[in-house]
């Protein structure tokens, strides 16, 4: 699969996640709720992982894309900043609702820039084989960190499983 196609499968699983966290939104303290969270944040930060280390990498070599990737490591750092407030504070807290929506919108700023702005100008410089390759090494990267990451806490082995469930942000 090309990295396109495949970030873009890791943009819907995440959307899916929000979207099944926002459902809850009801019910103020649930264990649903925290685990959905912690697989989100879990998923969010393996996907910035993986597109820091290797696709930012190469579309900063590149004068087309340099803006819009540093742009993205910006991006992911605020991402990662709200993760880090969200996580240890309870879901019922009156602030967790807006932050979470704040953390939403900033990913949904983030995935539209890749999509409408970065990928574009990518796949004009990469040949489809360099897309590929690059896919095939953000595969083997995220598996491998999927492999030797510990268990979330409270996690079950459906958690690592839930992105491959997804399809089009639908939660199978």
């Excluded at 190469?58 to 340099?66: D, G, K, Y």
Aim: no cysteine; charged share 30%; net charge negative.
């Amino acid at each position: 699969m090309d990295v396109f196609a495949l970030l873009r499968r890791d943009h819907e699983a995440v959307f899916a996640l929000f979207a099944h966290i926002q459902r809850g939104f009801a019910e103020a303290d649930s264990p649903e709720r925290h685990r959905l969270f912690r697989q989100l944040k879990k998923e969010l930060e393996l996907h910035a992982a993986v597109e820091d280390l290797h696709v930012y990498r190469v579309f900063q070599q590149a004068e087309p894309t340099r803006d819009e990737a540093h742009d993205a490591l910006d991006a992911h750092a605020k991402i990662k900043t709200l993760l880090d407030l969200l996580e240890p504070a309870p879901v019922y807290d009156h602030t967790w609702v807006p932050k979470f929506q704040e953390l939403h919108q900033l990913v949904q700023q983030h995935v539209a820039l890749e999509e409408h702005e970065m990928f574009p100008k990518a796949m004009e410089i990469m040949t489809p084989q360099e897309a590929e390759e690059l896919g095939v090494t953000v595969e083997t990267a995220k598996q491998a960190i999927r492999r030797t990451a510990p268990p979330t806490e409270g996690g079950t082995p459906e958690d690592v499983q839930l992105t491959e469930r997804t399809h089009n942000g639908i939660i199978q």
